[in-house]
């Protein structure tokens, strides 16, 4: 859950699925991202489990996705971040170390 909520586009496409179902094309307009990347994003909500989505025919016949909040909650402690910390991969970047030393010289 903390992964999927890391991402600007991912709160606010919680933001604007709160107390509502939206079409796939309207929450891409309302989010101002393309549809592939939101159902990228929608993709990584529904597996954290915070999204729901169901296929819908209109009165024309046409396939229609409409995606809502499914009711969750996240506590947080130090001992939950413990935990969710032991999945984490987390990338060097160049000059980290250097960055490091740096900080510990000036003090």
């Known amino acids: 859950m903390l992964e999927a909520l890391a991402n600007p586009h991912r709160l606010q496409i919680i933001a604007l ?3 509502r179902r939206v079409h796939v ?3 891409a307009r309302e ?3 393309s549809r592939p990347l939101l159902y990228m994003h929608l993709k990584r909500l529904e597996n954290a489990g915070m999204v729901t989505s169901k296929m819908e025919l209109s ?3 046409k396939a229609m996705n409409y995606y809502e ?3 969750f909650a ?3 402690s130090p ?3 413990a935990e969710a910390v032991k999945t984490l991969t987390i990338k060097k970047t160049a000059g980290a170390a250097s960055d490091v030393n740096n900080e510990g010289d000036n003090k």
């Open 17 to 19: 699925l709160t107390g």
């Open 79 to 81: 001992e939950s971040i």
């Open 25 to 27: 094309s309207q929450l």
């Open 31 to 33: 989010a101002m991202i």
């Open 69 to 71: 909040i499914t009711p």
């Open 74 to 76: 996240l506590h947080l």
């Open 59 to 61: 009165e024309d016949g």
